[in-house]
């Protein structure tokens, strides 16, 4: 008995020690975990394309050691297994003898307090209990899936939203107690979960394809007017290919369109589907210079009655600028969108980025003058960056005649987070201090142009671009009820451990948005918080 213990235990090993070389597992989303690698992948001695994200570890690690991440060195003394498993590794590690096969376990977690000085002197938690499992097979393959389970409650403007859309902000559908979204745990928060998973093939250094259902994100900012991680996640299957200087992307999604009706009366609503065939081409003209252009298409998969499938086989030509050519911008059955990228590594020490899209190609400053840019300067020292962005879209970009192929997916723009019809501007700081501690800290500034009296204006991406509006010659960014949006985040936070971006967090938050043209002003928040959690997505709450 002890012997077959003892072969199953050599089949199996639990290292207590052991760092994995997971290479075909793609990097967290999270943002200022990236701020720790940002800058190596963008020294002028870097040739990496980082267009198209999540990025794979095999690509990363060629720039950025992962056992030195975040300050640390696994090369030190040899610690007690406590002190292992809260700072330096998965908590879980399994081997087989031959190290074919690996496979880590993690819990996931946000335990969080905060109290709203500003609001109605109320108090907001989260609680967030799940896990994530990593494995992989040889060096071609690698799988990973995740699990949250999740109740919170949120400060006013954030319940807004929920109740509006039934969505949590970038989390999914909220479970409703009552046959009204008035009569949900309003009070009490809501009850919510998320689920992730992919698998990983790299077939040589020329080929990756990924099957999943999670987040994607275009560009080198904070936010993307391309292709962002803000909604909730849905299934696609992306093939890159990377020849020399050039790497190809080729996206297929399933986004959803939630029925709002169904939504008040049942937490089980009906999914309307709408399919997208996305491709991405970037090309490192030098080591400092990266160009990227950009197609989306969107179709309704599926009628809104019987929710019948529909596909076309020309809906996932793999070639860039085929369907533009093919349905143009302005078709009454599909939605294109294109768009561009480029990134400037100036030295070692500022990188200049910028991105454009161009939804509709009408007479300037018509309804179908549908365009939006982005501006952004990062600088880097030895503590960490600074980075500051401008992004501005014009009305009714986004939008088609057939809202149900809005580029939007789960009741939430797949752009930026305000949608269209906006001027903002974004800075941040992500400063590293002391091994472990980071401060962070973000303002945002906007000027939004909102619908009023059933005129539509244009902020709204969920709206057809065909409904009642004031002007359709006349079109300017900002028109309608104009809102102004102040919103300032600091927090310090102290890294455990960097597997899981394992952090303890203190900050606050100060929001304010208010509309001059009427007066209005929505309530202030003013909120204290305090957490422990692992983060590794991004949560936009900066709206």
Request: with cysteine; proline share 3%.
């Amino acid at each position: 008995m002890r012997k077959k213990i003892h072969i199953l235990f050599s089949v199996l090993v639990l290292f207590s020690f052991s760092i994995l070389h997971a290479q075909q597992l793609n990097y967290f989303l999270n943002q200022e975990y990236a701020s720790y690698y940002d800058q190596a992948l963008n020294s002028p001695d870097a040739s990496i394309h980082t267009g198209f994200k999540p990025l794979l570890a095999s690509q990363v690690n060629q720039y950025v050691s992962s056992d030195s991440i975040r300050g640390y060195n696994y090369s030190g003394p040899r610690r007690s297994w406590f002190y292992r498993k809260f700072y330096r590794e998965n908590l879980f590690i399994i081997h087989d003898t031959a190290h074919k096969f690996w496979a880590t376990i993690d819990p996931l977690f946000n335990f969080q307090a905060s109290d709203d000085k500003g609001d109605s002197a109320r108090k907001f938690y989260e609680n967030t209990r799940g896990f994530m499992i990593q494995a992989g097979i040889g060096d071609k393959f690698a799988f990973s899936t995740s699990f949250y389970e999740d109740q919170a409650s949120f400060p006013y403007y954030v319940d807004n939203f929920v109740q509006a859309y039934g969505v949590v902000p970038g989390q999914g559908r909220v479970k409703l107690l009552n046959s009204t979204i008035g009569n949900s745990f309003y009070d009490n928060g809501y009850d919510f979960s998320v689920s992730e998973a992919y698998m990983t093939y790299t077939l040589s250094n020329h080929f990756s394809f990924q099957l999943g259902q999670g987040k994607n994100f275009v560009g080198d900012g904070y936010r993307s007017l391309l292709l962002s991680d803000n909604s909730f996640d849905y299934p696609y299957f992306k093939v890159t290919t990377t020849f020399g200087k050039f790497q190809y992307t080729n996206l297929y999604c399933l986004f959803m369109n939630t029925n709002q009706e169904l939504l008040s009366i049942s937490a089980e609503g009906l999914f309307q589907r709408k399919a997208a065939n996305i491709q991405y081409l970037s090309w490192n003209i030098t080591n400092r210079l990266e160009l990227g252009i950009f197609q989306a298409l969107i179709w309704q998969a599926s009628d809104s009655i019987t929710n019948k499938q529909s596909y076309n086989l020309n809906y996932f030509d793999p070639i860039i600028g085929v369907s533009a050519a093919r349905y143009g911008l302005d078709n009454n059955n599909h939605s294109v969108l294109l768009g561009s990228t480029i990134k400037y590594k100036v030295n070692s020490n500022i990188l200049a980025y910028g991105q454009l899209v161009v939804d509709g190609t009408g007479p300037s400053n018509s309804i179908s003058d549908k365009t939006g840019y982005q501006l952004g300067l990062k600088f880097y020292n030895h503590l960490g960056e600074l980075m500051l962005e401008y992004n501005q879209v014009r009305p009714y970009t986004y939008t088609s005649i057939n809202n149900a192929e809005n580029y939007t997916n789960y009741n939430q723009a797949l752009g930026d987070p305000l949608g269209a019809n906006f001027k903002e501007l974004n800075a941040q700081i992500n400063f590293h201090f002391a091994k472990h501690f980071t401060f962070h800290a973000e303002i945002d500034y906007a000027i939004m142009g909102g619908n009023e009296m059933n005129t539509n204006y244009g902020g709204d991406v969920f709206l057809s671009d065909t409904a009642s509006t004031k002007s359709i010659t006349n079109v300017k960014t900002g028109q309608g009820l104009r809102g102004n949006l102040n919103y300032i985040d600091g927090h310090i936070s102290y890294l455990m451990n960097p597997k899981t971006n394992m952090n303890i967090v203190l900050g606050v938050t100060h929001r304010t948005f208010n509309e001059p043209s009427v007066s209005y002003n929505s309530p202030v928040t003013t909120m204290f918080y305090i957490g422990f959690r692992t983060s590794i997505n991004n949560s936009y709450f900066d709206f």
